[in-house]
């Protein structure tokens, strides 16, 4: 099993900045990628940025340019840097882990963390 928490939400202003952090603890062998989603009331959860194990990044493209996403192996943390907020950036973020193995032959498992709230006021 696979333990993910995250910290770093919060409320900001407009054109403010926070950096989101999701730790994952337990027993892992490796970890394919990690990534963030938000999601808000009444929406689906939509991909934020993802980040495969050898470190290249992916992101929505409501973020590119303003969003960072990058991650330390050897803490199986995966973090989120979020710069140039807007009210419309406003939502829950979720930690998400893609292909968690505990022993090299495991099987993928896959996880979710909490949500951490993030509220930019504008």
């Known amino acids: 099993q696979v333990q993910l928490v995250e910290s770093g939400g919060g409320l900001v202003q407009a054109g403010g900045s926070l950096r989101l952090s999701c730790a994952a603890s337990?027993?892992?062998?490796?970890?394919?990628?990690m990534g963030w989603y938000r999601q808000t009331p009444g929406k689906q959860r939509e991909l934020v940025a993802t980040?495969?194990?050898?470190?290249?990044?992916n992101y929505a493209e409501s973020v590119k340019g303003r969003f960072t996403i990058s991650r330390d192996n050897a803490k199986n943390t995966v973090y989120l840097q979020m710069d140039s907020l807007k009210p419309e950036d406003t939502a829950v973020y979720y930690c998400?882990?893609?292909?968690?193995?505990?022993?090299?032959?495991?099987?993928?498992?896959?996880?979710w963390g909490q949500g951490t709230q993030v509220t930019v006021s504008s």
């Open positions: 998400y882990v893609d292909c968690a193995r505990s022993y090299y032959l495991d099987p993928c498992q896959y996880y």
């Open positions: 337990g027993s892992i062998f490796s970890i394919n990628a």
């Open positions: 980040i495969a194990s050898g470190g290249s990044g």
